[in-house]
């Protein structure tokens, strides 16, 4: 029993003796006091008797067994000894009189009288009162558990999603990683300086990637960190750079970013560019309206088509739709010559999104 049961009961109880009160006083013409001090008296005993009950009803019978006939005898049993202690108190120890009906008959007919009076009143009040707490206890009950499976399948989602990612990885990091090493020993014979910065850069971008791999949350700064070794290890071969951008804040910076978004578009853009020397690649970042805005700029047409085929973008919407559902938006776009992937996600900082 809490002290939120004691003041809703009291309350309940008081709130309908007034209104008891209140329509006999419109049916009687006036006020009398004892009919009025036995009603609320009544009201609140079989209340707090009728209360007790169901808590004890409430132990018996856990919401998952949804079994009605011990709320029945509660309430029974509330009513009863409720109207029982109403009635001595008011005629053996206050020595109210009983209504000029049964003033005539003998103290046992007094009783029976006055004690189904109110027992019969208690026990409709009080059990459709009763009626609706279960109802709401079960529902809640059920909604709890509907929020148990909903968690339970987001976790399984959330497991899902860590093996697509692992995947995804699993996709760029190997053909990567062999295509540079192939890189390398070719340029090894035909120009070793090259290759000894792109060696170099391999190991740059591998110190950045690894310690990651099993990190779903990281920051804006670190992941444009990982795509600029990324593209800076392949640019020796490929002539595709990413260009610096100073102008960030440490707002930006700290932003909360998933994991492995930025590298399969950039490494669908860098496909694009088999021939080309010297082409570059852009990474504007921004926060606006609570939104993390980034923007990846190409020179040529790496983000022209957008495709519902496109299994990368696919993905990559996929594991957005999961994380943010309708509140992240990849769209690609061409202007002026030169094709942009804006990405925009919700705003926030990585502490937030570890806590």
Known sequence: MTPKHIVYTALFGLAWGLFVIVMATSFLARFQLQPSVNAILSMQFN????????????QVSPPAHRR?????????????????????????????????TYRASGPDEQLRAFFFRHASHAFVVFGLVTCVYVSHRWAAHRTGVLRAIQLDHAEMEKRLLESRLAAMQAQVEPGFL?????????????????????????????RAAIP???QPVSTVAQEIELAEAYLNTLGCARGVRLMRRENRTRIVDNARMPSMILLPLLNRARARHVDDAGDSLAIDAAVRDDRLCLTICDCRDGFANDVAGDVDLARIRERLAVLYGNRARLQLRTRAGQSEAVLEIPYETAVDAMA
């Open 47 to 58: 209340g707090f008797a009728v209360l007790f009950a169901v808590l004890v009803a409430d």
């Open 68 to 100: 009605h006939w011990p709320y029945v005898v509660a309430v029974t049993v509330g009513v009863v000894v409720g109207s029982l202690l109403v009635s001595f108190l008011t005629q053996r120890v206050l020595g109210f009189a009983v209504g000029s």
């Open 178 to 206: 062999r295509q540079t090493l192939e890189g390398v020993a070719r340029m090894y014979e035909t120009d070793a300086r090259n290759a000894d910065l792109m060696l170099r850069d391999l190991i740059v971008y591998l």
């Open 212 to 214: 990651r791999v099993r």
